[in-house]
């Protein structure tokens, strides 16, 4: 007895299980080449924040050095100007000042200056305010985090504290807003704090050093030792 023909709705039944197991094989082979396509999207996104964020290092860096050179080729020729002024007239007025830290900022005391001295400034008011932008435009840099803070800092952290303590005591008496020295006073108190530190551990670094080098020896007073 021949098997009996397979019906038509049979073979219909056959190709579509055939094609509901390719259409699933489709499936798993798009999921998963767009799981691998995902996984490559998120490691290009990780390689471009890397390229970025060594970019934004190399830039901050090449700001820090570009700063310094301006600070230094513009900024100390006219301070080395406004030096010989103040000790060609004999000026006290930023020996007299005195910058006070309060808890709320600070203030500049000026009960010990000479009043003369602040007329023989107002003649250099136009380099007074070329100092100042100067100064200023410098710690806009650093203070932004445009240009690199430890950079800067080990390269003319002592001489930008000096300067902006002289500026900072004559600013009073310009027209200089106080927003405008904001990044001036920021940098100043920071940098300021950041030598002090500096000093004082190597203070530590000194007594230390003479401590190990020192020897305490027990002394017996006479007639205390023990028979």
């Not at 002289?166 to 108190?189: G, H, M, V």
């Not at 500096?198 to 007594?207: A, D, F």
Request: charged content about 30%; hydrophobic content about 40%; overall charge negative.
């Amino acid at each position: 007895m021949n098997p009996a023909e397979p019906t038509t709705f049979e073979i219909l039944k056959e190709w579509a299980e055939l094609l509901y197991f390719f259409s699933g094989l489709g499936l798993l082979i798009v999921a998963g080449f767009g799981l691998y396509q995902l996984k490559l999207a998120k490691e290009q996104i990780e390689s471009a924040k890397k390229i970025f964020r060594k970019q934004s290092v190399r830039a901050s860096f090449e700001a820090a050095v570009n700063e310094c050179n301006r600070l230094s080729d513009r900024y100390f020729p006219l301070a080395v100007e406004f030096s010989a002024y103040i000790e060609e007239q004999k000026i006290t007025f930023f020996d007299d000042a005195v910058i006070e830290e309060l808890d709320e900022g600070f203030k500049v005391n000026l009960e010990k200056i000479n009043k003369d001295d602040l007329e023989k400034l107002s003649h250099k008011s136009e380099l007074i305010g070329k100092l100042a932008n100067g100064i200023e435009g410098f710690a806009l840099y650093i203070v932004s985090g445009v240009a690199d803070d430890n950079i800067a800092f080990h390269t003319l952290g002592k001489v930008f504290v000096e300067e902006a303590e002289r500026i900072s005591k004559i600013l009073p008496f310009t027209n200089a807003e106080q927003e405008d020295c904001k990044a001036i006073w920021a940098l100043y108190f920071k940098w300021k704090a950041r030598l002090e530190h500096q000093k004082l551990q190597v203070e530590k670094s000194e007594i230390d050093k003479r401590l190990a080098k020192s020897k305490v020896e027990k002394y017996t007073a006479i007639g205390t030792e023990k028979s």
